[in-house]
């Protein structure tokens, strides 16, 4: 069973943190993604990575960086979190070439 | 820009009926129109997708309808159920030379299926 997890739920920090989003995969999939989903804006593209070491900016990539170290992981770093990055955060997988994105139950983060 | 319009925003249906959600998009280079299904608490899934060289592709209850000339394609949910209350998200891709498939979504439909 295909499985990407995100290393929390909930997250609340305050203004100016750093912070840090985990995602793993299980699939051995090459492509990996970050979404933020906001209601009535549906989901938008942060950061996509297609190998190790590899990332390239989405459609909405201030505020945010990426980290791909190992096939499996993709992290989300928020380097000064700010009340607008307030939103829930979704992590996918696709293989190479695939069509399907596998999504992880995201973590919504909160910023004081 | 956005460049998937999704409507409507929200849906009330009765047990039974046929629940209609629409998209239409801008670029066309897209070639691949998947539909995601998202529970409260889950992440999407895929639910059903098509490729534009098909006017309708059917999965059980679910229907895709592909309008390439008016750039629409549309969701139907027939017989709909109260375990189909959802948010529903359309989506247009296409592959990039990369070998990865860019998503963009509409806005989301949340569906609500009364007994």
């Known amino acids: 069973d295909v499985k990407v997890t995100q290393s929390s739920r909930y997250l609340v920090k305050r203004t100016g943190e750093k912070v840090f989003l985990e995602c793993v995969q299980d699939?051995?999939?090459?492509?990996m993604f970050w979404y933020r989903q906001d209601p009535g804006l549906g989901l938008r593209l942060i950061y996509f990575?297609?190998?190790?070491?590899?990332?390239e900016k989405g459609d909405i990539p201030e505020g945010y960086s990426v980290s791909r170290e190992k096939k499996e992981r993709f992290s989300l770093i928020l380097e000064s979190a700010s009340t607008n990055q307030t939103s829930m955060y979704l992590c996918a997988s696709s293989l190479y070439r695939g069509n399907e994105q596998f999504f992880g139950p995201g973590t919504r983060l909160t910023v004081l | 820009q956005q460049q998937v319009k999704q409507s409507p925003q929200s849906l009330i249906v009765q047990k039974g009926g046929i629940s209609i959600i629409n998209c239409a998009y801008e670029n066309t280079a897209f070639d691949y129109f998947p539909w995601y299904q998202q529970f409260p608490g889950k992440g999407p899934a895929l639910l059903i997708a098509i490729r534009p060289d098909v006017s309708e592709k059917k999965e059980g209850r679910f229907t895709i309808s592909f309008n390439k000339s008016a750039k629409q394609f549309s969701l139907h949910i027939m017989d709909s159920q109260p375990g189909d209350s959802a948010t529903y998200f359309c989506a247009a891709s296409k592959q990039l030379r990369g070998g990865y498939n860019k998503l963009i979504f509409g806005a989301g439909t949340r569906l609500a299926v009364h007994p």
């Open positions: 990575s297609y190998d190790v070491k590899m990332k």
């Open positions: 699939m051995d999939h090459e492509n």
